[in-house]
């Protein structure tokens, strides 16, 4: 599996634990930035990893601003790409389970380390459970074939 990340600068703390995580689980990471907690703008590196996964380059991408709230609106205007808001283990867990999504996004300035990383442990680990829920992911597809062009 490759994931890539991104962040501003609200995220990278957070960001550097997370890679850590991911490397020490054999998951091969693509950093898309930012490197340094200089001021940054967050939609520049939502849609560095929204690329990234829609184009096939990464199976899946996580996204980290003050709040996880910018980096993943900026994320979701790419077409393909279900970015979901979390902020605990259960919703990363239910974003994978019925939502399938593809980025995690998550806030710096709102979660403490340890949390973030069982979130992200969740998000991988669980599985799209499929049946009712691909039916809400079809209609989801048709608003982005409608509007996305």
Known sequence: ????????????????????LLQQRGVAV???????GESVDYPEYGLKVARAVAQGACDKGIVLCGTGIGISIAANKVKGIRAAVCHDVFTATMCAQH????VLAMGGRVLDEKTALRMVEAWLDTPFEGGRHVGRLDKIRAIEDEYFR
């Open 30 to 36: 693509t950093d898309m930035g930012c490197a340094q």
């Open 1 to 20: 599996m490759k994931i890539a990340i991104g962040c501003d600068h609200g995220g990278i703390v957070l960001k550097a634990a997370i890679v850590d």
């Open 99 to 102: 939502n399938d999504a593809n």
